[in-house]
């Protein structure tokens, strides 16, 4: 598991104060970005050490509760589901320990051909280890 917060600022919010909904997006994407870090890894260090990408192929998020200016919304991401060529990170977001949100993205394992096109390939072990 890891966890990581991010302070809301005047613009991830609408008029009255309360985070735009696509930012919610952005902050699972950041999550992840985190995390790969916290464990050496970036997406230009998994092209290189993997020559792969995880691009995501679904997500979705439930909305409970608002987030508003000011407030330090924690996220907490958990992979979920290894499969053989995809992961399943799970997301739980929280202001005050209030849940004000959920969500998951599914990312698929990439390898880089010598064209430079994508192609499904399976999840390393080592990257599993990394992230679990």
């Not at 209030?98 to 998951?104: C, H, L, N, T, W």
């Not at 990439?110 to 390939?121: F, K």
Request: negative net charge; glycine residues 6%; hydrophobic residues 40%.
């Amino acid at each position: 598991m890891f966890e990581t917060a991010f302070t809301i600022e005047w613009g991830d919010c609408d008029e009255a104060g309360i985070v735009f909904y696509p930012n919610y997006f952005y902050w699972l994407d950041c999550t992840y970005q985190r995390w790969l870090r916290k464990h050496g890894l970036s997406q230009r260090e998994l092209r290189r050490r993997f020559n792969s990408v995880t691009p995501l192929v679904n997500v979705a998020a439930q909305f409970v509760g608002p987030a508003r200016y000011d407030d330090e919304l924690v996220v907490r991401a958990e992979v979920a589901e290894w499969r053989e060529r995809r992961f399943r990170i799970d997301y739980k977001l929280s202001v005050a320990n209030v849940q004000v949100a959920s969500g998951f993205e599914e990312r698929a394992w990439a390898s880089l051909s010598d064209t430079g096109e994508l192609r499904g390939a399976n999840v390393p072990p080592e990257f599993r280890e990394l992230m679990t």
